[in-house]
């Protein structure tokens, strides 16, 4: 089992930046893939950024050249670096984390199998 906590969502302008953490529980936090997504109302959820194992990273085409996902597994926690942030960025922001293989959909969200509670990002214009 692996619980996730998300933190560093806020308020920001755009063109503005945010890092957000997922800070994860549990063993063997290295070998999960480790992911963002992102909701708005009314939308389905929204593939951001995920990164494996390996360190291979993967980005959704609406936030590549401008988001960074990283990970540190000396301390169980994975960043999004979010630069020249829009106001259409606008969403809470999951983290999430699976076993499977990378080389499967890790763009999906069936792909995962534990999710934290969100972070509200809020872009102005």
């Known amino acids: 089992q692996v619980q996730l906590v998300e933190s560093g969502g806020g308020l920001v302008q755009a063109g503005g930046s945010l890092r957000l953490s997922c800070a994860a529980s549990?063993?063997?936090?290295?070998?999960?893939?480790m992911a963002w997504f992102r909701q708005t109302p009314g939308k389905e959820r929204e593939f951001v950024a995920a990164?494996?194992?390996?360190?291979?990273?993967d980005y959704g085409n609406s936030v590549v050249g401008r988001f960074i996902i990283s990970r540190d597994n000396s301390k169980n926690i994975a960043h999004l670096q979010m630069n020249n942030l829009k106001p259409d960025d606008t969403a809470v922001y999951y983290c999430?984390?699976?076993?499977?293989?990378?080389?499967?959909?890790?763009?999906?969200?069936?792909?995962?199998?534990?999710w934290g509670q969100g972070t509200q990002v809020f872009v102005s214009s």
């Open positions: 549990g063993r063997e936090f290295s070998t999960y893939v």
């Open positions: 999430s984390a699976s076993q499977r293989s990378w080389y499967r959909d890790h763009a999906g969200r069936a792909f995962y199998d534990y």
């Open positions: 990164i494996s194992a390996s360190d291979d990273t």
